[in-house]
């Protein structure tokens, strides 16, 4: 059972305007979360974070929002530029489990369109 | 130079070889992590260390080893290779300490691309 989802595989966006990737868990227990973005031939790269203690988390162009109660988080960029155009990647972390795992989700492709 | 370096870049072997992919990392971290891409399923978890003495089976362990030669390498082993093993394979370190509010951020290196025939 997949517990950190990405419902949307992809998402298209003209630049300039708001992209919005969500994510949603099942896992009461996690208590972090983070964004990774993933170019083509490379690995992820750490994008942001969110502990579980706050609900938004800003920085530069990128603003994560946490609604406990929901189990939805979602990361929004402003303005989207075309740099953006990667896959986006939705981890959580239990830090009681000791194990420092990371669950990912799937995975949102944003394109960012000239 | 990067920071988390993984070799091969690219590999194709055949059904029964015996493969070992390799990380180096140069950030002084504890922590190293094995990952496995799929098409349409994110990373999941192979094994991770937390010291050279410190080895932990994740998500997906089976048909997997790993060796922690070092506190900067850790090298990932498949004993006899086989066609559902072909993947995108990501190497991650992370620091003990985590960030400042406990992140743990883990950061990878650019993949290794295996092709079981």
């Known amino acids: 059972d997949q517990q950190v989802k990405q419902n949307s595989p992809s998402l298209s966006v003209q630049e300039g305007r708001i992209s919005i990737l969500n994510c949603d868990y099942t896992n009461s227990m996690f208590d972090y979360f983070l964004w990774y973005k993933k170019y083509p031939a490379e690995g992820p790269t750490f994008l942001i974070s969110?502990?579980?203690?706050?609900d938004k988390n800003e920085d530069g162009r990128f603003t994560v929002f946490l609604n406990k109660s929901a189990k939805h988080l979602s990361l929004h960029i402003v303005p989207s530029q075309p740099g953006d155009s990667a896959v986006y990647f939705c981890?959580?972390?239990?830090?009681?489990?000791?194990?420092?795992?990371?669950?990912f989700g799937k995975g949102t492709k944003l394109s960012v369109i000239p | 130079d990067a920071d988390v370096t993984q070799t091969p870049r690219n590999r194709i072997t055949k059904t029964g070889k015996r493969i070992m992919l390799e990380c180096s990392q140069t950030k002084g971290h504890d922590r190293m992590y094995w990952y496995r891409q799929d098409p349409g399923l994110g990373l999941r978890l192979i094994y991770y260390s937390f010291d050279v003495k410190d080895i932990n089976k994740g998500e997906i362990s089976d048909g997997y080893s790993v060796s922690r030669q070092a506190q900067a390498k850790f090298s990932l082993s498949l004993e006899s290779a086989i066609p559902n093993q072909t993947a995108l394979y990501f190497c991650?370190?992370?620091?003990?300490?985590?960030?400042?509010?406990?992140?743990?951020?883990?950061?990878f290196g650019p993949g290794t691309r295996l092709t079981v025939l």
């Open positions: 981890a959580a972390k239990d830090s009681g489990a000791g194990s420092y795992q990371l669950t």
């Open positions: 991650a370190t992370s620091d003990r300490g985590g960030h400042k509010g406990g992140a743990d951020t883990q950061y």
């Open positions: 969110i502990s579980s203690i706050k």
